[in-house]
Structures are given as structure tokens and as C-alpha cells.
């Protein structure tokens, strides 16, 4: 949800609370703050909580992918020569 559905709701807002010009703008600048710090906070929260759940040495780990010999020139690592 971002700023649109705040400016949807301002008509209804503006009937019930009747604000002033002023306090209605404080009302529409905060809810971007706090939408803007709630996004980067869960944005860090859910990368550090990531990166602890795959980096976590409990966690078993597929190998490494093998090419075969075939594949690559004289065991060089190079998949193909031209």
C-alpha cells in the first residue's frame, strides 16, 4: 500500500476528523514516513533472516556441480576451444 490509498481515503478522512489544512498534510506526510522506515526496517529484517538461513553451518549443502572430462579441453576448464 503506498501514498494512493492514502489519497483515496483523505475525502472520508476529512469528513470524520474534520482537520485543518495543516493537520491534514501532517496526516499525509507521516503515513509516507512511516510507510517508507516500515518498508526499509522489514527490508533489513527479512535479508538478515535470509542470509542467516542459507549461510547457517547446520544447513547441508549440495556439491559443488562436476563437468565431465569431456566436456572441457584437456581438463583445462575451458568447456570448448575454437
Do not use: K
Amino acid at each position: 500500500m503506498d501514498l494512493t490509498v492514502l489519497n483515496l481515503a483523505v475525502p472520508q478522512i476529512s469528513r470524520e476528523l474534520t482537520p485543518s489544512g495543516t493537520q491534514l498534510l501532517w496526516i499525509v506526510d507521516i503515513y509516507g514516513f512511516l510507510v517508507a522506515g516500515l518498508l526499509v526496517t522489514m527490508g533489513t529484517l527479512v535479508t538478515g533472516s535470509a542470509a542467516a538461513s542459507c549461510c547457517s553451518p547446520a544447513r547441508p549443502r549440495s556439491p559443488a556441480p562436476r563437468w565431465p572430462q569431456s566436456a572441457t579441453s584437456h581438463g583445462r576448464g575451458v568447456a570448448w576451444a575454437a
